[in-house]
Structure formats: C-alpha cells, structure tokens
Nanobody, 124 residues
C-alpha cells in the first residue's frame, strides 16, 4: 500500500490560485491511478480530478474543468493539483488518493490509499 501526504492548502480570495501537492511513498505514482477528491461539511466526498496510470488520461469534474489541472512529477513521486480562478464553492478538505483501477476514476471505492486531507478555504 502506498502512503500519501498532501500539502499546499490554505486560505485564498476568490479568483486566486493554490497548488496542492501529494507526496507518495511505497510505490511509484505512475503505477497508480491518482485522484484528488474533496469533501465539504455535510456533503459526500466527490471527485475533483484524476490521472489514470495506464495511459495518463485525465478526468475532471465538470465544476472544475478549465480551472484545475492534475499532473504527475515522476522524479519527485508527487501528484499536483493546480487550482486557478478559485470560487467560494471550492472550499472543502481536499484528499489525495491512489488506486489500481484502469477504468473507473471518479468513485472513492476504487481507491485504496488515502492521504489525511488538506483544507482549502476560498473567501468571497
């Protein structure tokens, strides 16, 4: 199992940017499907973005498409989430996850390794 540690969260004004980082140990990130999920208080954990290990294909939630970018830094064994044009509705705890699914990218049940989460707060 891979260990994941997120960093980069914080408080930002609407329209600003943040970059989240997920450092992995125990397995190369390019051998895993890596995803970013988020969970707001009282809501379910939802997919934000994912990158598939088989072909590096990416997936984005409709709400973040065009604003967020997921990428891998294989040399640092890290997955990044660049978040631009942030909105108050992006406020949530963001989780990094890793799994071996080569088909389903958007369901939490297909990921078996999770980080502890990092808080992102966007003020209006």
């Amino acid at each position: 199992q891979v260990q994941l540690v997120e960093s980069g969260g914080g408080l930002v004004q609407a329209g600003g940017s943040l970059r989240l980082s997920c450092a992995a140990s125990g397995r190369p990130v390019n051998s895993l499907t890596m995803g970013w999920f988020r969970q707001a208080p009282g809501k379910e954990r939802d997919i934000v973005a994912a990158i598939r290990w088989t072909d590096s294909n990416t997936y984005y939630a409709v709400s973040v498409k065009g604003r967020f970018t997921i990428s891998r830094d294989n040399a640092k064994n890290t997955v990044l989430l660049q978040m631009n044009s942030l909105k108050p509705e992006d406020t949530a705890v963001y989780y990094c996850a890793g799994g071996r699914s080569g088909i389903v990218l958007d369901r939490p049940m297909y990921y078996d390794s999770w980080g502890q989460g990092t808080q992102v707060t966007v003020s209006s």
